[in-house]
């Protein structure tokens, strides 16, 4: 299983790309994706939250932040 920070780093190349796109079918669907992505970040720092033990390195701490906090470290959803 990724990271919190690797499914956060896909949803900002999501918004990165969905910038580049002429199309603006292409470009919701991929800040869609990036919403996702930021989702299974959110989830994955509550379950570490719960369970440390299945923290890979670094990340209980990112994970106890974001809960002493209630914030993500990242916006959620689109940054437009």
Do not use: V
């Amino acid at each position: 299983m990724k990271k919190a920070s690797e499914y956060r780093q896909h949803a900002e190349e999501c918004r990165a790309l969905a910038s580049k796109m002429d199309s603006e079918d292409q470009r919701a669907q991929l800040l869609q994706m990036a919403d996702q992505w930021e989702k299974l970040a959110a989830d994955r720092l509550a379950l570490i939250s719960n369970h440390p033990e299945l923290a890979h390195e670094g990340e209980y701490e990112e994970a106890r932040s974001w809960r002493a906090t209630g914030t993500r470290s990242r916006p959620y959803g689109r940054d437009q």
